[in-house]
């Protein structure tokens, strides 16, 4: 097996297995109609955690389509979401006769009304219990945030019309719509993929992380990820995906600088602050979004911990006018 295989691999990596344990939690307890979003940073291990937990609960069976369909949110019109071709795509993954094979290309020009109406009576037919959309920040690209809730609500809807379970992996970017829909927000159940934060028990964790890692790699003497944990944590931001990432390119670094091992330098050499600023703003905005419920609360209260005490509707309160003195 070679090093990229090996890396491939599942490590000892905390979040994702906490993930893959939620997963299976919130699916299982989730009504039809459900939507389960799993959020986080840019290159975390979302889509393979989700991949992972849905491959356990809905194991594939000889002979029979899978009890669940995944999609890319992929981006057209310009750049814009289509629902239109979303649309289509599921029919596609579902298998309808219609729309599955090239042969059948003159399907594709059906409306989009049209093509939804096959789409439900599919997902009964073939017993589709689950949609998976992968990059579901994409749903944002639109003209308008107005469209942006619209293709949320299309979704809800999908799945309010069918029964079928929605779950969405997607950055934080994808809290911003979720948030304001009051609609989906009814139906909605949040699942956070976080970095490895500066604190004391997550940094153990990526502390346990480097050290799994290391073994796997052609270091030269002295050199590894434990050794030079806090260059490997600022070009990561504590996240995995983007830690994979990069010691493939640093691997590739070491090969085409002719060396046989590899060193801090080839990290170095592979990693620019400008890469990382867009990230840093996104994790910034996402972690402050997911404040939970006790913490907001507290927001309302005074120093002391006690809630500030509110004056009953129309008694005016003592100091509110000025006192005037009297007049000589």
Not at 77 to 90: A, E, K, N, P, W
Request: hydrophobic residues 40%.
């Amino acid at each position: 097996m070679n090093i990229i295989d090996e890396l491939k691999m599942t490590v000892e990596h905390d979040h994702y297995q906490k993930v893959i344990r939620a997963c299976h939690s919130r699916v299982t307890f989730m009504f039809g109609g459900s939507v389960l979003a799993i959020v986080g940073p840019t290159r975390v291990g979302k889509s393979r955690a989700v991949r992972e937990a849905l491959r356990e609960l809905y194991p594939a069976c000889a002979g029979k389509l899978p009890s669940f369909i995944e999609i890319d949110a992929s981006t057209t019109d310009s750049g814009f979401i289509s629902t239109r071709y979303l649309t289509l795509t599921m029919l596609a993954k579902v298998e309808h006769p219609f729309y599955a094979g090239e042969e059948h290309g003159l399907r594709l020009n059906n409306t989009e009304t049209v093509a939804r109406i096959r789409l439900v009576k599919a997902i009964a037919h073939r017993g589709i219990e689950l949609i998976f959309i992968d990059e579901a920040h994409h749903l944002l690209r639109t003209k308008s945030t107005r469209s942006a809730l619209a293709a949320l609500d299309w979704l809800k809807c999908l799945g309010n019309e069918t029964g079928v379970k929605i779950v969405l992996a997607g950055s934080y970017e994808l809290l911003s719509a979720c948030f304001t829909s009051a609609h989906l927000n009814g139906r909605l159940s949040l699942i956070e993929f976080p970095r490895y934060r500066p604190i004391e028990a997550d940094m153990e964790n990526f502390h346990r992380l480097l050290a799994s890692m290391d073994p796997i790699l052609p270091w030269a003497r002295g050199q590894s990820l434990l050794q030079n944990w806090q260059l490997i944590y600022d070009g990561t931001l504590g996240c995995y995906g983007l830690l994979e990432s990069w010691i493939l390119t640093s691997l590739a670094e070491m090969k085409s600088a002719g060396s046989s091992r590899l060193s801090r330098e080839h990290f170095v050499r592979t990693r620019f602050q400008q890469q990382l600023d867009p990230i840093v703003a996104e994790i910034d905005q996402g972690e402050r979004a997911l404040s939970p419920l006790a913490t907001v609360r507290n927001r309302s209260t005074t120093g002391s911990g006690q809630a500030r005490k509110r004056p009953k509707p129309g008694r005016r309160k003592p100091r509110r006018d000025p006192v005037l003195e009297d007049s000589p």
